[in-house]
């Protein structure tokens, strides 16, 4: 049971390029969402889907575009990259449905470091 | 919007002693679930306890344990007997309720070494 991968866990870009991560779940849960960490502001959250084709923006969502065409995928695309787009970023999961010991439970990725020049 | 206070940015702790880290939170709300969470130098963000509102009783997870405290909005993390592996940025998180799929917050960390 792989839970939630994340692709690439490293990349390094230069200013103006674009990019996607790509977030893969295979518990077949309902809910996915993309928050970035930074230093002394915790994780923040970018964008999040409550399905298949649906998204909604979160805290910081500028610079930033999302895509749910799969239930079991989440797409994080940065059109324009900028300086301040360096960060790690991270992918979650979770079931709203998971009983007692499951509902509300982020299961999250691995992380991937994203540095933009 | 809630929001979630970390005000300790970094603690130590000998091995084997008790450590307790802090969290205040902000809410309106009345039911909401409260989470801990770990990261290691590894990155992975692991969940290590979790606290149900609407219950009285403090959650226990093994040398974990928490003590809520509803009416002063405050959710503090006992780590008992502090193992090396225990060394991590601890994250305290909120989430408003069941059905608030992107509203949960995160505060900034407390990073924990645990030392030998």
């Known amino acids: 049971n792989a839970g939630v991968t994340q692709t690439p866990k490293f990349r390094v870009l230069k200013t103006g390029q674009s990019m996607t991560l790509l977030c893969a779940q295979d518990?077949?849960?309902?809910?996915m969402y993309w928050y970035r960490q930074d230093p002394g502001m915790g994780l923040r959250l970018i964008h999040y889907?409550?399905?298949?084709?649906?998204?909604a923006k979160g805290e910081v969502p500028d610079g930033y575009n999302v895509s749910r065409l799969k239930k079991q995928n989440f797409l994080l695309g940065l059109e324009s990259a900028a300086p301040s787009q360096t960060s790690v970023y991270f992918c979650a999961s979770r079931n709203p449905l998971g009983g007692y010991s499951g509902a509300n439970v982020l299961t999250f990725g691995a992380g991937s470091r994203l540095t933009v020049l | 919007a809630q929001t979630v206070t970390q005000s300790q940015p970094e603690m130590s702790v000998q091995e084997a002693e008790t450590v307790t880290l802090s969290c205040t939170y902000d809410t309106s709300e009345n039911n909401y679930y409260l989470f801990w969470y770990k990261q290691p130098p590894s990155r992975q963000m692991i969940l290590v306890i979790r606290q149900e509102a609407y219950k009285q009783q403090n959650a226990t997870e093994n040398r974990f344990s928490v003590n809520f405290q509803k009416a002063a909005k405050s959710f503090s993390l006992k780590i008992s007997d502090s193992q090396l592996g225990d060394t991590a940025m601890y994250f305290c998180a909120f989430m408003a309720s069941f059905a608030s799929a992107g509203d949960m917050r995160f505060g900034a960390g407390t990073r924990l070494t645990v030392k030998p």
């Open positions: 518990m077949n849960h309902e809910y």
């Open positions: 889907s409550v399905g298949e084709g649906t998204t």
